[in-house]
């Protein structure tokens, strides 16, 4: 008679898939739709019905290194057809969250960040950190000029190591998360530089969101998002640049690179955060409302976004005691995206970016 395996299953593991949005896990009976609906996944050894398999039994090591997980891109065809209701694609969201979580030290960061318990803790510190750095006591008098509240030394002071300790725990997981992969996987014979190169193409287009046929509208709010952040960072740059090294003072004319991008960049977040929100609502019946880890990414970009206009709409009508209040708000919450980026969802475009870079590096497509 042939050995007998024995499986240990992981109950945390369990627990944190079903409480961060996989509650449906249970009701999988493993007809393999999901996996056959699937535009995304590769037809060798495909996703997602062997990881709902793994969810189930607890088999968390199966989730180490696993790049599948992050080849998803939560379209939730799958989700649509699967005759049980299990939700496969909203389970897979919350692996993602367990994987974030598993990749990011501190560990008791990832607690604090994802835990609803701790919603008014979380913005809370930084607001008491930018208090102590700026020192605020009254709104300011005379012409409106945020530098006035906080000045740019000060927003240097904070808001570079704030980024820099973001990327630097990002980093430090994405490089376990490969190791990870290439230990489960075994070294990749493909060509890492071309597919570096392939993977940026493939980012930088979103293709792969145009496969969905559910969530179609994803491709959109996803690709104004993407979009929106890359032109307040080119406004951001620019701004360093002006004020830095050519010594020019804000705040700049309506006209100036800086306004255009930064307002272009505006309404292109706005609108994409919108739309994610309208998606959400509007698949709600098929595919689940999303998570408080989802909740809270759209939370926060929207609330920087629309602070960020309310701040410049109340400073050229003149309404100091208005506009410094929210200038202080939207700097809260960009210095918790800063700070928080590599335990909440955000990180997911970095690990997705990594996990379709090694697959076509392992030849897996
Ligand atoms: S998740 Fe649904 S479609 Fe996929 S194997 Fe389970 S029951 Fe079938
Ligand atoms: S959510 Fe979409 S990409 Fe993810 S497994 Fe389901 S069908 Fe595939």
Not at 56 to 73: A, E, I, R, T, Y
Not at 201 to 223: A, N, P, W
Not at 263 to 281: D, P, Y
Request: hydrophobic share 50%.
């Amino acid at each position: 008679m042939a050995d007998a395996t024995l499986i240990k299953p992981d109950l945390d593991f369990v627990k944190g898939v079903i409480s961060s949005g996989g509650e449906s896990l249970k009701k999988c009976y493993q007809c393999a739709t999901c996996s056959v609906v699937c535009n995304v996944t590769p037809d060798n050894n495909p996703f997602p019905r062997k990881e709902m398999v793994w969810a189930q039994w607890g088999l968390s090591d199966k989730f180490k290194g696993n790049p599948d997980v992050w080849l998803c891109h939560q379209c939730n065809d799958c989700t649509a057809y699967c005759p049980r209701g299990a939700k496969p694609g909203e389970v897979l969201g919350a692996i993602r969250k367990q994987s974030i979580r598993q990749y990011s030290v501190p560990g008791f960061m990832s607690g604090l960040v994802n835990s609803k318990i701790f919603f008014p803790i979380i913005f809370l510190i930084p607001a008491l950190i930018l208090l102590a750095v700026g020192g605020f006591n009254s709104i300011p008098e005379g012409e409106i000029k945020f530098t006035n509240l906080f000045s740019v030394h000060a927003i240097q002071f904070t808001f570079t190591p704030a980024l820099i300790f973001g990327f630097a725990i990002g980093i430090l997981g994405l490089m376990k998360f490969w190791k990870d992969m290439k230990q489960t996987g075994g070294v990749p014979s493909g060509n890492l530089t071309g597919s570096i190169v392939e993977t940026a193409k493939e980012f930088l287009g979103h293709s792969r969101f145009k496969d969905c046929t559910v969530s179609r509208d994803r491709f959109l709010s996803h690709f104004l998002v993407f979009y929106g952040f890359v032109l307040l960072g080119i406004a951001t740059a620019i701004g360093v640049l002006y004020i830095d090294f050519m010594h020019v003072e804000s705040p700049f004319p309506l006209v100036h690179p800086v306004k255009l991008f930064g307002n272009i960049g505006a309404i292109a977040l706005l609108s994409g955060i919108l739309l994610m929100i309208v998606n959400r609502f509007k698949n709600a019946a098929k595919v689940g409302i999303g998570s408080y880890f989802d909740w809270l990414l759209i939370f926060i970009i929207f609330t920087i976004v629309v602070s960020g206009i309310l701040a410049e709409v109340t400073r050229l009508a003149d309404k100091a005691a208005l506009a410094y209040p929210i200038y202080f708000i939207h700097l809260v919450f960009v210095f918790s995206l800063f700070v928080y980026l590599p335990y909440s969802k955000l990180a997911h475009i970095f690990y997705r970016a990594t996990a379709i870079c090694f697959a076509k590096y392992a030849k897996r497509q």
